[in-house]
């Protein structure tokens, strides 16, 4: 890769779909080296021969990445991409990292009116409740939302569940659905004027990929 100009540079998300992530993009043809691990402190990992650099972010810094273009591509939930409400292209459902966003709480609180929710995505459940016509307090947690309800800061929380194992060993169930979430593949928008026909080209490969899988998965529910 000559063209200095083409090189894509792309955000990675460490964490729940990191290793979903890695395994796409080498089905895709990405040649990512095989030492490429979420926990290596080396962050950046320039593929010269391909023409990618890729780096490790925290999940919910990628679209601010890709907002300010120092990275032209970007993987991330589409729970992370509701709630940052960034200037960024959506490109592709990448159809990893499957889960969904939910209202839960105590078992036998369900139904009952309720004033506080907890939550790591503040402006999602806001819009949410305002959605339903709904008045409660939003409060903003940085992780581990399921001891909320247990020691008495909110009756609910907003969160996303995947296996379901964390709302069961801490005795909290889903009230509500309010959205499934997926990853998906965003862009710069600038980037994606100036390197289009890279992009699409690694769009295309991933696409592929994607559209390959989901038509095993159903010729397998078969
Ligand atoms: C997420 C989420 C739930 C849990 C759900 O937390 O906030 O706590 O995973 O997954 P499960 O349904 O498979 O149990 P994460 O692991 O990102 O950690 P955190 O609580 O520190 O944010």
């Known amino acids: 890769m000559s063209d200095k100009q083409q090189m894509l540079t792309v955000a990675m998300p460490k964490g729940r779909i990191f290793s979903e992530t890695v395994e796409l993009f080498r089905s895709a043809g990405i040649p ?8 290596s402190r080396k962050l950046i990992i320039p593929l010269e021969e391909a023409g990618f650099t890729f780096f490790l972010a925290k999940p919910t810094d990628v679209p601010t990445y890709v907002e300010y273009g120092v990275a032209d591509i970007g993987i991330v939930g589409k729970d992370v991409l509701m709630e940052e409400e960034r200037n960024v292209y959506e490109l592709l459902d990448l159809s990893i990292g499957q889960c969904r966003m939910c209202v839960a709480g105590p078992p036998h609180t369900l139904g009952d009116p309720f004033s506080r ?8 459940a806001s819009r949410y409740f305002r959605g339903q016509g709904q008045q409660v307090e939003v409060i903003k ?3 581990s939302v399921e001891l909320a309800p ?9 969160d996303i569940v995947s296996t379901g194992r964390t709302l069961k060993e801490n005795g909290l169930v889903e009230e509500e659905t309010i959205t499934t979430i997926t990853s998906r593949l965003i862009a710069n928008r600038a980037s994606y004027r100036m390197k289009a ?3 699409d080209q690694l769009c295309r490969q991933v696409r592929e990929v994607v559209e390959g899988s989901e038509q095993y ?3 397998v529910d078969k």
């Open 32 to 39: 990512l080296p095989a030492d490429f691990s979420e926990s």
């Open 117 to 124: 929710v907890a939550t790591k995505y503040p402006r999602t």
């Open 141 to 143: 947690l940085n992780g």
């Open 150 to 158: 247990l020691i008495g800061l909110a009756e609910r929380i907003v």
């Open 197 to 199: 026909e890279r992009i």
């Open 217 to 219: 998965d159903t010729a």
